[in-house]
């Protein structure tokens, strides 16, 4: 019956782009991460597996090491009186550069990556008005360049999503690639914990 009602309420995002040649939609779950999401199941040579490796659900070739896998979703951990604009500011802006620190801001992302769901918030780290001109030059020089570290703005499509309605407890940080994603973003959903 569970996994009745998670379809059920999956089938309207999922809808909304059809599975790649070969594959259909069907549920994923992983309990130790208290996420569900619909991905793409496939035959032949476009069959792929999501497995969890920590706080991470990663993307592999059937048979694959988990650890040789793409990371598609990270899961986060905050305060539940935090604001979450300061629980990435927290946990990600250490681990930048002093002069990606200065000219980065976390900003809302939906206008970019629309959330699908209006109880789920977007955000991105971008350069600011300061750093936008430097920022610009270096990934024109240097074509990929993270110019707001590893989980800012990038030539790769990726961002936060914030579930305050499932929990205030945690938050995501997606990544959806280049390609059509063989998840679909829209329908994660994260148990309360």
Sequence with gaps: MRWFLFLVA???ASAQRKPEPGCQWAPWESDELGLKMMVQKCEGSSAREFKVL???VRMV????????????VE????????NIQEAINRRFYPKMTSRQQMGC???????AFPP??????VFQIVPNAIYKGEAEKLRESEPGADVCGLYGISDLARYFEYHPGE?????????LGTDKPMFDQHSIELAGK
């Design 116 to 121: 699908g769901d209006g109880s789920k918030q």
């Design 167 to 175: 929990t205030k407890t945690r938050f995501l940080f997606i990544r």
């Design 54 to 56: 920590n706080n991470k």
């Design 75 to 82: 899961v986060w951990d905050k305060s539940g009186r935090q």
């Design 105 to 111: 801001d976390v900003v809302d992302g939906s206008e």
């Design 61 to 72: 070739l059937p048979g694959q090491e988990t650890v040789l896998g793409s990371v598609v």
């Design 10 to 12: 999956l089938t309207s």
